[in-house]
């Protein structure tokens, strides 16, 4: 059984930088390299805004940003706006039979 | 543009069926997975299964294997996600999403996401 482990909440100034932590507990940890994550405002669907652990699609600012270190994935949001504010959810392809998302982390912008 | 389209929202009592479609468009609908995932209300995404359109190869979550079942008309583009018997405990927001993958690994990311279909099941 393989989990993805995101605190509950984190919170932020308006123009500082947060990050947000993805740790993998699992037996196969050597499949976690295809990390990946994902913004969703409240009643709208997630949209992917880092892909293999540190890939920003193209439409997504670059204040976004992604990185891995052993067992823990981390989404770093610098130069935090009001716009920001949002749910933060973290996918992993862990093998064959196993895809995982985190619980989910709510971000606040105070 | 590439997109996925959702049927609509349903309402259904409990012991009924239901199936929901995923309408891909603007894109190769056989060269990618498609993924299911559950949100309840006020709750984190779960992965439900995912299947491959081009040969129907589908692989369930084991939480939801032999609960839901998965399937896909690649003449048509589109995926389904049906139940034979819904529970109050299905109402959720259901999403699809296209999985992109490589080599061996199923599907490194979701992206774009279908809009959701909500599900209510209530007597």
């Known amino acids: 059984q393989s989990t993805l482990t995101q605190p509950a909440s984190v919170s932020g100034s308006v123009g500082q930088s947060i990050t947000i932590p993805c740790t993998v507990t699992?037996?196969?940890?050597?499949?976690?390299?295809?990390v990946s994550w994902y913004q969703q405002y409240p009643g709208k669907a997630p949209q992917l805004m880092i892909y293999?652990?540190?890939n920003r699609p193209s439409e997504v600012s670059n204040r976004f940003s992604g990185s891995k270190s052993g067992n823990t994935a981390s989404l770093t949001i610098s130069r935090l706006q009001t716009e920001d504010e949002a749910d933060y959810y973290c996918?992993?392809?862990?093998?064959?039979?196993?895809?995982?998302f985190g619980g989910g982390t709510k971000l606040t912008v105070l | 543009e590439v997109q996925l389209v959702q049927s609509g929202a349903e309402v259904k009592k409990p012991g009924e069926s239901l199936k929901i479609s995923c309408k891909g468009s603007?894109?190769?609908?056989?060269?990618?997975?498609i993924g299911w995932v559950r949100q309840m209300p006020g709750k984190g995404l779960e992965w439900m299964g995912i299947?491959?359109?081009?040969?129907?190869?589908?692989t369930y979550s084991p939480s939801f294997q032999g609960q839901v079942t998965i399937s896909a008309d690649k003449s048509i583009n589109t995926a389904y996600l049906q139940w034979s018997s819904l529970k109050a405990s299905d109402t959720a927001m259901y999403y699809c999403?296209?999985?992109?993958?490589?080599?061996?690994?199923?599907?490194?990311?979701?992206?774009?996401w279908g809009q959701g279909t909500l599900v209510t099941v209530s007597s």
């Open positions: 996918y992993s392809y862990i093998n064959y039979n196993t895809l995982v």
């Open positions: 699992s037996s196969d940890v050597g499949g976690y390299k295809y």
């Open positions: 999403a296209r999985g992109t993958f490589s080599g061996s690994s199923r599907v490194r990311w979701f992206d774009p």
């Open positions: 293999d652990v540190s």
């Open positions: 603007g894109y190769s609908f056989t060269s990618y997975w």
């Open positions: 299947i491959y359109p081009d040969d129907s190869d589908i």
